[in-house]
């Protein structure tokens, strides 16, 4: 069933690393991480560099086979403030998923 999309920020179990998805529904599309890219209208490239540039963000590694990209951030502040801003654009466009 269709949700409005919306991330959720948690720390990982040795805490050093915190990490923001959609988890409501992991085998659904809002979990996957290309969706905040289209919720932006951004190509994927773009949104990258976005998550980079942006939010210090670390991109570490892209499995094509399961198309996982491995984003996590060395700090909640920037981590918080990528959810935050992805969470009223969700809101601001009613983004369905």
């Given at each position: 069933m269709a949700h409005l999309y919306k991330v959720a920020e948690w720390q990982s179990g040795?805490?050093?690393w915190w990490y923001s998805n959609d988890v409501s529904d992991l085998a659904g599309p809002s979990?996957?991480?290309w969706a905040a890219a289209r919720l932006l209208d951004?190509?994927?490239t773009d949104y990258i560099l976005m998550l980079k540039n942006e939010f210090n963000a670390i991109v570490e590694t892209y499995n094509s086979?399961?198309?996982y990209l491995h984003v996590k951030?060395?700090?909640?502040?920037?981590?918080?403030?990528y959810t935050l801003f992805i969470n009223k654009k969700a809101?601001?466009?009613?983004?369905?998923v």
């Open positions: 040795s805490g050093s979990a996957k991480w951004m190509s994927l086979e399961t198309d951030w060395n700090n909640y502040a920037d981590c918080h403030r809101r601001d466009k009613n983004f369905m």
